[in-house]
């Protein structure tokens, strides 16, 4: 039963409005909610005290401001604290004066690290380097057979044997050497962290090749599991970073802070899907607010981006706000949203929607877009651009058409007039109209923010508050305003196509560090 | 600053076609949906598209995938394009290819259950992290506040979750408050009987060849076709099993596991490859055939996965084999598009002769909260019949089946100790929380 964080503090804090302070019973309660929230999202518990402590500290005594709620002013804390943790020092590859720059890659079986050495070394590829795959997994049947077909789809050459993981580490190293690559990806065996032989032999590879990174690739869903698993490899390898994978699921991934915090090196990448190219820098505000069960609207955003033609999408939109948006518009923007992948996976990363509305549209698959595409397109240009004409006659016509009913042509039609209205209250309300609108259209119109109040997250969070609207959907501002506010300079940023803000500025995080690889 | 603007911006524009377009389709689409699940046939195939003998059910995803196949074509960098990709290859057909003759059935093994993989063996090293908690528990006289906290955090440490956890503590707060439950001693045997109820509650038996219902006897050989043309009695259903579940679980590790279980009881057991997506999945379940002295058919990769299910339960017919094990390609539950995919492969595998009879959920034990949501979803979309909790020879406990059975009433019917094809025992819920305390 997802509960927004912000809605479970604004229960317990909204007979504050009249003091002036938290108190000590107030923070105890907020903490708790805290606590269960962090809990929920698999952040391990010794470091979820060592949090709630942090954000404590900085909440007793807090004055309360005019502009925010406490419930949004202590979001705003929590995700700072998060940023802040999972934040800090950037990984920045520093390459090995005496080629190959050696990473080694190690974690827990089925953790992905295979996957992973493929992409990174793509990634080493696209940052210009001559990169080698070593496959020193001899355990898993078939894994060196996986990493050569994922090298050849990324163009990279894998070298392996059949003697023995240190051994063919060692023999990859000569290998990179002779033929001039100048950075090694080893991929390994998932061991477990307390097989002693196997970490033991992680040890000895280490040893054979002396890394110049040292990767954990670890499973975003993985539970209080995390920190015993990325401690015991700490202590074995001296990690250097850390590669989260599977990110495009939808766990909460707690996992992230338990293992940031308990290893303190940086979460270098985050790999995102099952393709060679997903795989990203890792983004310490989207993963806070992933925690905190807020979403990830960057990420949709820029799927979006990627995936649909600009020039398409903002031609639509023009449409949208004259008031001229046809279903000849409709289609085409339907086939951009059919490039996104499946809806629900869209939808899910958008907090604040309501969840009936998650729920039905995770019934809306590939088939029911092509129905609807199967209807229009059954009618003629002049029924897609003046649907008032279509009468009863022709309303047959399309059903045989398209193969459905003459009852659902009809409840498509009365659908879009609905659209077409709220659509135009695009141009007057902003977004935030629109979507407030669309929240009654499904019998829940939920309070719109008050100009004031949007105005008030617009000058907290500078050019993200143009997402604020978004709030007015769903009948719940509060959550999305809280969630938003906190993240600052984050938000859609007004341009397309623009560069996004990178999120750390302005953060107490420490700013931007190199890490230098050990010394050899 | 906001302003109404005329033009919305960028990313305003591509929320709301993101937004308008599903709430459009699912205002009046839904009902179009629904109502078309109950039809066949109306839709049009697209032409040059031949159906293939697996998928007799004229999909209407079929001219969904037509057009995402162009759409894919000028977008490939989605997340949802593995998705996509996934479901929308064309049915190949596959020639059935690599189908490693097994050797004569062997000499029926060691029962299950039996053997080197034992609970407290594998899990001695994991037992040490709890039983601190509960050695402190226990130690002292009476039960307090600080009771109560080790306890829950033990049972959190576990991934039992908070909703659980709460729910256990409470009942056992009101039982101390009764006087039924004297001290910390019975406080834990407590919970224990508590946990062991609650994963006790429905059935794990598994569906065995030959224990089908109304069988008797063990079918040792079903009747060859000639036998059946010559009419020597009914053709008995093909058992299928498959295996599902999220990326990375082990769920090939686990088919490999069970056909050499199958196989050491005396079954001819037939594995379908049906994870045509993962580079070198088909050559690694191979291997797994040969370790477990099982067949296997193969489909090409990037093929569709039901055709490999379809051509396996066929071949099953064909030569007598008492079970079909297929593996799936691991999928991310919040992918609807491969979760579609899943519905049509248990589909195809459960049209005559096929029969399935089990749909194990492969876990992670060291999956966190995330697993219920991962069981909910593979449940309702194919009707999952148990989960099988792997790794759990590591340190994490899989707690996480704890809330899977109170909530979704699902059972763990088997659980994995390591990546030797003899490393799997039955669940017994006993030895499981036992092992954990």
Redesign the interface.
């Known amino acids: 039963m997802f509960e927004s964080l912000s809605d479970r503090f604004e229960g317990i804090l909204s007979r504050l409005r009249s003091r002036g302070r938290l108190t000590d019973a107030d923070v105890d309660e907020v903490l708790r909610e805290i606590r269960t929230a962090l809990l929920e999202a698999d952040v391990e518990i010794g470091v979820v005290r060592g949090f709630t402590e942090a954000v404590r500290s900085r909440c007793v005594g807090l004055e309360l401001s005019r502009a925010l709620s406490p419930g949004q002013q202590v979001i705003k804390i929590v995700n700072e604290e998060l940023v802040g943790i999972l934040g800090g020092e950037t990984l920045k590859i520093t390459y090995a004066s005496r080629p190959p720059t050696v990473i080694l890659l190690a974690g827990l079986q089925g953790s992905g690290k295979t996957t992973a050495s493929a992409k990174l070394a793509r990634w080493f590829k696209q940052q210009g380097r001559n990169p080698l795959l070593v496959g020193a997994d001899l355990q898993r049947p078939a894994a060196v057979e996986q990493l050569r077909v994922l090298g050849g789809q990324a163009g990279i050459s894998v070298f392996s044997d059949t003697t023995d993981p240190v051994a063919v580490a060692v023999a990859g190293l000569e290998e990179a050497k002779r033929l001039g690559r100048d950075v090694l990806v080893v991929d390994t065996a998932g061991r477990l962290s307390i097989d002693e032989d196997l970490m033991d032999e992680i040890r000895r590879i280490a040893g054979a090749v002396d890394p110049h990174y040292t990767f954990l690739v670890i499973d975003a869903m993985t539970g209080q599991d995390a920190v015993s698993t990325a401690s015991a490899f700490h202590d074995a390898l001296s990690l250097d970073g850390v590669i989260l994978t599977k990110l495009d699921g939808d766990a909460r991934g707690g996992a992230a802070l338990s293992v940031k915090e308990v290893v303190g090196r940086p979460i270098a990448f985050a790999s995102t899907g099952e393709k060679l190219d997903d795989f990203d820098q890792f983004h310490p505000d989207r993963m806070a607010d992933r925690i905190l069960g807020m979403g990830d609207v960057l990420s949709l955003i820029e799927q979006a981006e990627r995936t649909m033609d600009q020039d398409v999408a903002t031609k639509g939109a023009a449409a949208m706000i004259e008031g001229r948006f046809t279903l000849e518009d409709f289609l085409e923007q339907l086939q951009q949203v059919k490039k996104m992948g499946s809806m629900s996976g869209v939808l899910s990363l958008l907090p604040g929607v309501p969840k009936d509305l998650k729920q039905a549209s995770s019934a809306v698959d590939d088939r029911q877009i092509g129905q609807v595409e199967a209807i229009i397109r059954s009618m003629t240009p002049g029924e897609r651009v003046d649907p008032a004409i279509i009468d009863g006659a022709r309303r047959v016509r399309i059903a045989n058409g398209s193969g459905t009913a003459t009852s659902d042509v009809n409840a498509l039609l009365k659908q879009f007039k609905e659209m077409q209205k709220m659509m135009k209250g695009l141009g007057k309300g902003g977004m935030g109209g629109a979507l407030g609108g669309l929240g009654g259209m499904f019998g829940r119109g939920g309070p719109k923010l008050s100009p004031q109040a949007m105005a008030e997250m617009a000058a907290m969070g500078g050019p993200g508050g143009d997402l604020g609207g978004l709030a007015g959907m769903g009948g719940d501002p509060a959550a999305f305003g809280g969630g938003m506010a906190p993240t600052g300079a984050r938000g859609a940023g007004g341009s397309r196509g623009s560069a996004r803000p990178k999120g750390k500025g302005g953060k107490k995080g420490k700013g931007g560090g190199r890490v230098t690889p050990k010394a050899r | 600053?906001?302003e109404?603007?005329?033009?919305?911006?960028?990313?305003?524009?591509?929320?709301?076609?993101?937004?308008?377009?599903?709430?459009?389709?699912?205002?009046?689409?839904?009902?179009?949906?629904l109502?078309?699940r109950g039809r066949g046939g109306?839709?049009?195939v697209p032409p040059g598209e031949v159906a293939s003998d697996a998928a007799t059910d004229v999909?209407?995803?079929r001219?969904?995938?037509a057009?995402?196949d162009a759409?894919?074509d000028?977008?490939?960098?989605?997340?949802?394009?593995?998705?996509?990709a996934g479901?929308t290859r064309a049915p190949a057909p596959t020639d059935g290819r690599a189908e490693t003759p097994g050797p004569p059935a062997p000499e029926p093994g060691p029962g299950p259950g039996a053997g080197p993989a034992t609970y407290r063996g594998r899990l001695g090293?994991?037992r040490g992290?709890l039983s601190g908690y509960l050695g402190a528990v226990r130690s002292k006289g009476k039960i307090d506040a600080a009771t109560w906290d080790e306890l829950e955090?033990a049972l959190?440490?576990?991934?039992v979750?908070?909703g659980a956890t709460d729910s256990l503590l409470a009942d056992l707060k009101a039982r101390v408050k009764a006087g039924e439950i004297d001290g910390p001693d019975a406080l834990v045997e407590a919970l224990k009987a508590d946990l062991v109820t609650v994963l006790s509650a429905a059935d794990a038996t598994l569906s065995l060849p030959g224990s089908g219902p109304g069988s008797v006897e063990p079918v040792v050989e079903p009747p060859t076709s000639a036998q059946r043309a010559a009419g020597a009695g009914e053709a008995s259903p093909v058992d299928v099993w498959l295996f599902v579940g999220?990326?990375?679980?082990?769920k090939t590790t686990t088919v490999g596991k069970v056909a050499n279980r199958l196989a050491a009881s005396g079954a001819k057991v037939l594995l379908a490859a049906g994870d045509t997506?993962?580079?070198?999945?088909g050559?690694?379940l191979?291997?797994?055939a040969s370790r477990a002295d099982a067949d296997i058919v193969r489909g090409a990769e990037g093929g569709d996965p039901s055709s490999v299910v379809f051509d396996a339960v066929q071949r099953a017919e064909a030569k007598g084999h008492a079970v079909v094990l297929a593996d799936t390609a691991g999928r991310?539950?919040?992918?609807?598009?491969l979760i579609?995919e899943l519905k049509k492969i248990r589909r195809v595998a459960g049209r005559p002769p096929g029969r399935v009879v089990e749909v194990l959920l492969v876990l992670?034990?060291?999956?966190?909260?995330?697993?219920l949501?991962q069981a909910r979803v593979f449940l309702e979309a194919v009707d999952v019949t148990g989960v099988v909790l792997t790794?759990l020879?590591?340190?994490?406990?899989g707690g996480?089946v704890v809330a899977i059975q109170r909530e979704l009433g699902l059972p763990v019917k088997l659980v994995g100790l390591g990546?030797g094809v003899d490393d799997l025992v039955d669940f017994d819920p006993a030895a499981f929380v036992d092992a954990l305390f």
């Not at chain 2, 911006?9 to 839904?30: D, K």
């Not at chain 2, 000028?74 to 996509?84: H, Q």
């Not at chain 2, 959190?156 to 991934?159: H, T």
């Not at chain 2, 992670?364 to 697993?371: E, F, M």
């Open positions: 600053m906001i109404p603007s005329l033009v919305a911006s960028g990313s305003e524009v591509l929320i709301g076609v993101v937004v308008a377009v599903p709430l459009l389709i699912v205002g009046g689409g839904v009902a179009i949906g109502r078309l109306k839709s049009p999909e209407l995803a001219s969904a995938d057009a995402a759409a894919a000028t977008a490939a960098d989605t997340a949802g394009a593995a998705g996509a479901a090293k994991a992290l955090e959190i440490r576990a991934d979750g908070v999220v990326n990375g679980v082990g997506f993962r580079a070198a999945a050559e690694q191979s291997q797994w991310l539950h919040n992918k609807v598009n579609e992670d034990a060291t999956t966190g909260q995330n697993g949501a790794k020879d590591g340190t994490a406990k996480i990546e």
